[in-house]
């Protein structure tokens, strides 16, 4: 079955580490590939999404992710973090074929410490 | 200004009282969609709608309906609602029925089945 797996439910950084959250997908063939941020009381944004092509995209708010095949992951990365990226980032996978739905991972929880 | 407006914001019902959670976007969207979410479960789509007249079930469409009758409103039924129905609810809409298509998503209807 497709799934995709955020294997942190909870992380800790502090104002201006950096950071990576991980997300891994199961699919037949590349699935297209998104990152939603959820601030706390709000619904989701897109940040950035993958199709093809490379492997490395730029999103908003100075995120970026990286798509590796080989390990089927997605992973979420940001030089510095800023107090203000505190919220709640859901992965999430379509297969691009048929019908447009969308299948989200369980979310990471991110807290930024001063 | 381009929005998906959900309504209400947060509602408590009581076993069984038929509701309506409606939702309504204004960029002539083809797309929408509804989603709930629960602690450590991340987002699930329950029914989606490509078109006018066209909705089809998500995950989870157990004791939800829907209807398209006109492309703005997409709303949300819950014929006889239970307890395990109390969660956070999202409607989502994007330009067109591609993956590609960003979603854009309402602010969320906290639901509480008492």
């Known amino acids: 079955a497709q799934s995709v797996t955020q294997p942190d439910i909870h992380i800790t950084v502090s104002e201006g580490a950096s950071l990576e959250l991980r997300c891994n997908y199961s699919y037949g063939a590349t699935p297209y590939l998104f990152w939603y941020v959820q601030s706390p009381g709000q619904g989701l944004q897109l940040l950035l999404k993958?199709?093809?092509?490379?492997?490395l995209v730029q999103g908003i708010k100075g995120f970026e992710a990286e798509f590796k095949r080989s390990q089927s992951s997605f992973n979420l990365r940001k030089p510095s973090v800023h107090w203000s990226d505190a919220a709640e980032y859901f992965c999430?996978?379509?297969?691009?074929?048929?019908?447009?739905?969308?299948?989200f991972g369980k979310g990471t929880k991110l807290s930024v410490i001063p | 200004e381009a929005q998906v407006t959900q309504n209400p914001r947060y509602l408590i019902t009581v076993t069984g009282k038929k509701l309506t959670v409606t939702c309504s976007q204004n960029?002539?969207?083809?797309?929408m969609s509804w989603y709930r979410q629960d602690p450590g479960l991340g987002l699930r789509q329950i029914y989606y709608s490509m078109n006018v007249e066209v909705t089809d079930k998500g995950d989870v469409p157990e004791g939800y309906k829907v209807s398209r009758k006109e492309k703005r409103n997409f709303p949300l039924i819950l014929e006889s609602p239970s307890p395990n129905q109390t969660s956070l609810y999202f409607c989502a809409s994007s330009l067109s029925t591609t993956p590609e298509e960003k979603l854009f998503f309402g602010s969320g209807t906290q639901l509480s089945v008492l």
């Open positions: 960029m002539n969207h083809e797309y």
């Open positions: 999430a996978a379509s297969s691009g074929a048929g019908s447009y739905q969308l299948t």
């Open positions: 993958y199709f093809s092509g490379d492997t």
